[in-house]
């Protein structure tokens, strides 16, 4: 890792179930933007102090796994969108605990505004924040929170 590197604030963007799928299926809901796009989209909103990466995964274990690696990964803070794991995930919400990271949690749709399910978040309560109902911008807008939030700390 050289100087500079060290010096950089590192966002991660973690993506659940179904996301990988993004901007292929359901564009009235998710638009047409691709999670490839919406890296893209965040990396280039960042200022230059910030590099950003991201990863998505349809499997609860492994979301859990990179979540736990994080800290030793140099990564200072994550963008979290968990899919439908939002509303059931005792397993994440514990992994957000046991991380020292801030944690932002975001939406493309208003979960809030949907289905009686998807009102319930079992992850908001370990997380520093959240964004949704802004489309894929909701990430954007996730991501300048958590910079401002790493800038202050
Ligand atoms: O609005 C969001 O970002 C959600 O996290 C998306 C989840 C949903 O279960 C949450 O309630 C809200 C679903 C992601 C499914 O993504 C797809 C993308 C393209 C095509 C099909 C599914």
Request: charged share 20%; proline share 4%.
């Amino acid at each position: 890792m050289s100087g500079s590197d060290r010096l950089m604030k590192k966002i991660l963007i973690l993506s659940g179930p179904n996301l990988g799928r993004l901007g292929k299926r359901e564009p009235e809901i998710y638009g047409s933007k691709t999670l490839q796009d919406v890296h893209e989209d965040v990396a280039q909103s960042l200022g230059s102090g910030f590099t950003s990466s991201g990863r998505q995964s349809n499997h609860e274990g492994e979301l859990i796994s990179w979540i736990g690696e994080t800290e030793d990964e140099g990564i200072d803070g994550i963008i979290f969108n968990p899919g439908a794991y939002t509303h059931t995930s005792y397993a994440l919400y514990d992994a957000i605990r046991g991380s020292s990271l801030p944690v932002i949690e975001v939406h493309i749709s208003n979960p809030d505004a949907r289905e009686e399910f998807r009102k319930t978040s079992t992850i908001a309560p370990a997380c520093a924040g959240r964004v949704a109902g802004f489309g894929t911008t909701s990430y954007v807008l996730a991501a300048q929170g958590l910079a401002a939030l790493l800038l202050k700390n």
